[in-house]
């Protein structure tokens, strides 16, 4: 095994960390009963709901979907896919139900059908309704909602087509790493260009916050062939919906280093879903994944520590707890074991592939579990783990 | 020690592993020879590209995995061989073949590659595709020799460019860090580049048959491709056209 890698601990004062939330698809949620029991032991910050209305139960469907929202109290960030001819009906049946359930969603992006399509810079565009003229038709509607600009699909598309940035109320667009590849290296590379990714963004709309909304290792849609690539098999292969590794460690440590690098850098950020196309359940057991972001989610509004991996083959975040310690979370990002160097007296959490999966119902939580330790840590492939580091660590820590 | 099943579904979701990658060294130079592309290939440790490999691609920019018939390193001394080579089969039997050759020593990388089309072959893209790294790579300045013998300097770009960066490259060159100078030439199609960090991919990639031509296009029976990449690593004579 290499020698063991150093992470740094030290205070960022001005730094939280963002709010973390789960999607849903209204299309794909097996029933309320599903989601309400997920939202309790999950705990999302906000829930990225993606409804389309040119589907004839979208509505009741989204009602639906709703309810258990509405009694968790989690807020609502509704993205909505709009018919290209004539959008305004859709839209004001929308608010109709929408205040009919007496949920205000905490905003709303609007994407006209034809631009979940992908075009290239010079190339011909849609001559229907844009996405500008769309929230123009939507301010009338909702003239005190925040309306946002950019898309439900990824980075590309919003750098191909930008929003006015005096416009909109948050900029927003999603990531998948297997637009292109979909080897076990490549998606753990992906991380790397998340940070270019984050400030160009920002660069678009530096005004408005910017979120990041429904990311996973799969891909939800095809922007630039039409459909996925069929994978009943559940292999890695690109632009799927069905990605193997979401089941795994791998999917859990991929969103622990995702949220690394957007610590400081989004103001919001979404992985994964309730139910398919991202699902962190099947319908017996809990995916590594769930406990991760149920961990992550808990992090929200904490001072965020920098944790600095001497290199790039772990992934590494915490907050300042109450009592003073870190609370940081560390995962493997490749398929050897690596030891971590923490120091010689802390506790420490690892969920690897020698745990078995959680019960869906279970309340074993194997992240909760920290044990003191003097060693350095060892982390299989793709494990994680949840490290408390004494005050004494931290630099710039209050003595 | 081999993973078993439990634990590779723990891991992955799926009881398939990957082909490991195979760490190589040629002196001063290191790489990872991965399913028959190179990864990874640093200088000192510093990386120079992220990746070297064939793509062939389907009349509906799918990926062909080919039937592999040869992947092997075939030697490693004086200099480093490898040879990858494969068929892409329809359902009338073998369409294409492709073989990919690849010499390395320290400071020089030579990767030909040549199809031959059994049949009629429909592809958005058939060629050599080279990744650059984003580390020593993004903010630097690079000098493009277009196929009409015209010189541009450019910058790779902070921020993510939403169009490609260069077009029509016949030669690129940049310089890594002041002590290292790197030339990519390119033959046998036209080239050019995309900013993949659009897609949240860790590179800028450069491939053959520019994105603006039309696609699909066709390989006759019997057409013969054939495409080369060189990489010329230089030490210490970069101080002046580094910026």
Same mark, same amino acid.
Not at chain 2, 218 to 238: F, H, P, S, W, Y
């Given at each position: 095994? @290499?020698?063991?890698?150093?992470?740094?601990?030290?205070?960022?004062?001005?730094?939280?960390?963002?709010?973390?939330?789960?999607?849903?698809?209204?299309?794909?949620?097996?029933?309320? /009963?599903?989601?309400?029991?997920?939202? /309790?032991?999950?705990?999302?910050?906000?829930?990225?709901?993606?409804?389309?209305?040119?589907?004839?139960?979208?509505?009741?469907?989204?009602?639906?979907?709703?309810?258990?929202?509405?009694?968790?109290?989690?807020?609502?960030?509704?993205?909505?896919?709009?018919?290209?001819?004539? +959008?305004?009906?859709?839209?004001?049946?929308?608010?109709?139900?929408?205040?009919?359930?007496?949920?205000?969603?905490?905003?709303?992006?609007?994407? @006209?059908?034809?631009?979940?399509?992908?075009?290239? +810079?010079?190339?011909?565009? +849609?001559?229907?309704?844009?996405?500008?003229?769309?929230?123009?038709?939507?301010?009338?509607?909702?003239?005190?909602?925040?309306?946002?600009?950019?898309?439900?699909?990824?980075?590309?598309?919003?750098?191909?087509?930008?929003?006015?940035?005096?416009?909109?109320?948050?900029?927003?667009?999603?990531?998948?790493?297997?637009?292109?590849?979909?080897?076990?290296?490549?998606?753990?590379e992906s991380l790397e260009s998340?940070?270019?990714?984050?400030?160009?963004?920002?660069?678009?709309?530096?005004?408005?916050?910017?979120?990041?909304?429904?990311?996973?290792?799969?891909?939800?849609?095809? +922007?630039?062939?039409?459909?996925?690539? @069929?994978?009943?098999?559940?292999?890695?292969?690109?632009?799927?919906?069905?990605?193997?590794?979401?089941?795994?460690?791998?999917?859990?440590?991929?969103?622990?280093?995702?949220?690394?690098?957007?610590?400081?850098?989004?103001?919001?950020?979404?992985?994964?879903?309730?139910?398919?196309?991202?699902?962190?359940?099947?319908?017996?057991?809990?995916?590594?994944?769930?406990?991760?972001?149920?961990?992550?989610?808990?992090?929200?509004?904490?001072?965020?520590?920098?944790?600095?991996?001497?290199?790039?083959?772990?992934?590494?975040?915490?907050?300042?707890?109450?009592?003073?310690?870190?609370?940081?979370w560390l995962a493997n990002l490749?398929?050897?074991?690596?030891?971590?160097?923490?120091?010689?007296?802390?506790?420490?959490?690892?969920?690897?592939?020698?745990? %078995?999966?959680?019960?869906?119902?279970?309340? /074993?939580?194997?992240?909760?579990?920290?044990?003191?330790?003097? %060693?350095?840590?060892?982390?299989?492939?793709?494990?994680?783990?949840?490290?408390?580091?004494?005050?004494?660590?931290?630099?710039?820590?209050?003595? | 020690?081999?993973?078993?099943? !439990?634990?590779l579904i723990r891991r992955y979701?799926?009881?398939?592993?990957?082909?490991?990658?195979?760490?190589?060294?040629?002196?001063?130079?290191?790489?990872?020879?991965?399913?028959?592309?190179? =990864?990874?290939?640093?200088?000192?440790?510093?990386?120079?590209?992220?990746?070297?490999?064939?793509?062939?691609?389907?009349?509906?920019?799918?990926?062909?995995?080919?039937?592999?018939?040869?992947?092997?390193?075939?030697?490693?001394? $004086?200099?480093?061989?490898?040879?990858?080579?494969?068929?892409?089969?329809?359902?009338?039997?073998?369409?294409?073949?492709?073989?990919?050759?690849?010499?390395?020593?320290?400071?020089?990388?030579?990767? =030909?590659? =040549?199809?031959?089309?059994?049949?009629?072959?429909?592809?958005? =893209?058939?060629?050599?595709?080279?990744?650059? !790294?984003?580390?020593?790579?993004?903010?630097?300045?690079?000098?493009?020799?277009?196929?009409?013998?015209?010189?541009?300097?450019?910058?790779?770009?902070?921020?993510?460019? $939403?169009?490609? $960066?260069?077009?029509?490259?016949?030669?690129?060159?940049?310089? !890594?860090? $002041?002590?290292?100078?790197?030339?990519?030439?390119?033959?046998?199609?036209?080239?050019?580049?995309?900013?993949?960090?659009?897609?949240?991919?860790?590179?800028?990639?450069?491939?053959?048959?520019?994105?603006?031509?039309?696609? !699909?296009?066709?390989?006759?029976?019997?057409?013969?491709?054939?495409?080369?990449?060189?990489?010329?690593?230089?030490?210490?004579?970069?101080?002046?056209?580094?910026?």
């Amino acid at each position: 095994m @290499p020698d063991a890698v150093h992470v740094s601990f030290r205070r960022t004062d001005g730094i939280r960390l963002p709010p973390l939330g789960v999607g849903l698809w209204v299309d794909r949620l097996a029933s309320a /009963e599903v989601l309400a029991r997920q939202l /309790e032991r999950l705990g999302p910050n906000h829930v990225d709901i993606l409804v389309d209305l040119r589907q004839s139960d979208g509505l009741n469907r989204l009602e639906t979907a709703l309810v258990p929202c509405g009694h968790q109290q989690v807020a609502i960030w509704l993205y909505v896919i709009t018919p290209d001819e004539q +959008p305004g009906p859709a839209l004001k049946q929308l608010a109709y139900r929408l205040n009919g359930t007496g949920i205000q969603p905490a905003g709303l992006l609007l994407t @006209p059908a034809a631009y979940l399509a992908s075009y290239q +810079p010079n190339g011909d565009w +849609p001559t229907t309704v844009s996405p500008d003229a769309l929230r123009a038709l939507g301010r009338e509607i909702w003239p005190t909602m925040r309306l946002g600009g950019g898309f439900p699909t990824y980075f590309t598309e919003l750098n191909r087509c930008r929003p006015n940035p005096a416009a909109i109320d948050f900029l927003t667009h999603a990531t998948s790493p297997v637009v292109h590849a979909a080897d076990d290296v490549s998606v753990m590379e992906s991380l790397e260009s998340l940070s270019h990714v984050f400030a160009s963004a920002r660069a678009l709309a530096p005004n408005v916050p910017y979120r990041v909304t429904t990311s996973a290792i799969g891909a939800w849609t095809n +922007p630039y062939g039409g459909t996925l690539t @069929p994978n009943t098999a559940g292999e890695r292969v690109t632009l799927s919906d069905n990605d193997p590794r979401q089941r795994g460690l791998f999917a859990a440590a991929w969103s622990l280093g995702y949220m690394a690098r957007a610590i400081g850098r989004v103001d919001s950020l979404t992985l994964s879903s309730i139910d398919r196309p991202f699902p962190i359940t099947d319908t017996e057991q809990r995916y590594p994944l769930f406990d991760v972001l149920r961990g992550l989610a808990a992090g929200a509004g904490h001072e965020a520590l920098a944790c600095v991996p001497e290199d790039d083959t772990i992934a590494a975040l915490g907050w300042l707890a109450t009592d003073g310690s870190g609370d940081v979370w560390l995962a493997n990002l490749t398929a050897q074991a690596r030891d971590i160097d923490i120091g010689d007296a802390y506790r420490a959490a690892v969920f690897d592939d020698g745990i %078995e999966p959680d019960d869906i119902a279970s309340d /074993e939580w194997p992240l909760d579990r920290l044990e003191p330790r003097s %060693e350095p840590l060892t982390l299989a492939p793709y494990a994680v783990a949840r490290v408390a580091v004494p005050p004494a660590m931290i630099d710039g820590h209050s003595t | 020690m081999t993973a078993t099943d !439990p634990t590779l579904i723990r891991r992955y979701g799926t009881a398939t592993p990957e082909v490991a990658p195979q760490p190589l060294t040629v002196g001063r130079t290191t790489l990872s020879w991965h399913g028959g592309a190179i =990864r990874r290939l640093t200088f000192d440790g510093i990386e120079i590209l992220r990746g070297i490999s064939m793509v062939i691609r389907d009349a509906h920019w799918g990926t062909h995995r080919p039937i592999i018939r040869a992947s092997e390193i075939v030697r490693t001394s $004086p200099t480093l061989e490898l040879r990858h080579e494969g068929d892409i089969a329809d359902t009338h039997g073998d369409a294409l073949h492709a073989a990919l050759h690849i010499s390395l020593s320290e400071t020089y990388l030579d990767a =030909r590659l =040549r199809l031959i089309a059994a049949r009629p072959f429909e592809t958005c =893209r058939s060629g050599l595709v080279v990744l650059l !790294p984003l580390a020593h790579v993004v903010g630097q300045r690079a000098v493009v020799t277009h196929d009409d013998g015209r010189e541009e300097t450019g910058r790779f770009a902070e921020r993510i460019s $939403p169009s490609q $960066p260069f077009f029509s490259i016949r030669r690129l060159r940049l310089a !890594p860090t $002041p002590k290292l100078a790197m030339t990519l030439d390119f033959h046998g199609d036209v080239f050019e580049m995309e900013d993949q960090r659009n897609w949240s991919d860790a590179s800028f990639k450069i491939y053959n048959r520019p994105l603006a031509w039309p696609a !699909p296009y066709r390989l006759d029976a019997g057409e013969c491709v054939e495409q080369r990449i060189t990489l010329t690593l230089e030490t210490n004579k970069a101080e002046a056209s580094h910026a």
